[in-house]
T-cell receptor, first 110, second 115 residues
Framework: EDQVTQSPEALRLQEGESSSLNCSYTVSGLRGLFWYRQDPGKGPEFLFTLYSAGEEKEKERLKATLTKKESFLHITAPKPEDSATYLCAALTNSGYALNFGKGTSLLVTP | DSGVTQTPKHLITATGQRVTLRCSPRSGDLSVYWYQQSLDQGLQFLIQYYNGEERAKGNILERFSAQQFPDLHSELNLSSLELGDSALYFC??????????????FGPGTRLLVL
């Protein structure tokens, strides 16, 4: 059975304190690994798609990387406005729907 | 703004009732997906339509049904509502062509509360 697991469940950082969020996946044939940001009560906002091991993508303070078993979302010098829940999701060869992890709730304090 | 619209934003109803949630995909997107998000389950895939045809089903209850119309908007119908159906319902759309145009863009959601 396809499984996507995110850790930690919650993370509290001081402004400027860099860290990484983990997304490990056990799926049959990864077609793409997606990262989304979700603010409370809002829809997930697309951040990145990664397709193959070794691929990296960057956007402002965020950098996503992919290996054969997991993906990391690195947050460099975060600001309070980076506070949100970060979701990763796998798209596999066995279907068309995204298989989501439960998310990491990030709080960045001034 | 993702370009995906959903109405209504909020819906309060009673057990046993039926409601309809509406979604308009981004311009040019042929695929529409419906997801349910509850506190304990996270985001769960319900159903996908592609250019008017049902393409994939997830954990969708028999009380729930959906359709996609010729103008590509979609409706999710929830009937015989139970307290446990209270959740956020999201619609997403994608171009869904070959060459990796599969990123799903999500709408703002409909918050359903069943009393």
């Amino acid at each position: 059975e396809d499984q996507v697991t995110q850790s930690p469940e919650a993370l509290r950082l001081q402004e400027g304190e860099s860290s990484s969020l983990n997304c490990s996946y056990t799926v049959s044939g990864l077609r793409g690994l997606f990262w989304y940001r979700q603010d409370p009560g809002k829809g997930p906002e697309f951040l990145f798609t990664l397709y193959s091991a070794g691929e990296e993508k960057e956007k402002e303070r965020l950098k996503a990387t992919l290996t054969k078993k997991e993906s990391f979302l690195h947050i460099t010098a975060p600001k309070p406005e980076d506070s949100a829940t970060y979701l990763c999701a796998a798209l596999t060869n066995s279907g068309y729907a995204l298989n989501f992890g439960k998310g990491t709730s990030l709080l960045v304090t001034p | 703004d993702s370009g995906v619209t959903q109405t209504p934003k909020h819906l309060i109803t009673a057990t046993g009732q039926r409601v309809t949630l509406r979604c308009s995909p981004r311009s040019g997107d042929l695929s529409v997906y419906w997801y349910q998000q509850s506190l304990d389950q996270g985001l769960q895939f319900l159903i996908q339509y592609y250019n008017g045809e049902e393409r994939a089903k997830g954990n969708i209850l028999e009380r729930f049904s959906a359709q996609q119309f010729p103008d590509l908007h979609s409706e999710l119908n929830l009937s015989s509502l139970e307290l446990g159906d209270s959740a956020l319902y999201f619609c997403a759309s994608s171009v869904d062509q070959l060459l990796r145009q599969e990123t799903q863009y999500f709408g703002p959601g409909t918050r359903l509360l069943v009393l």
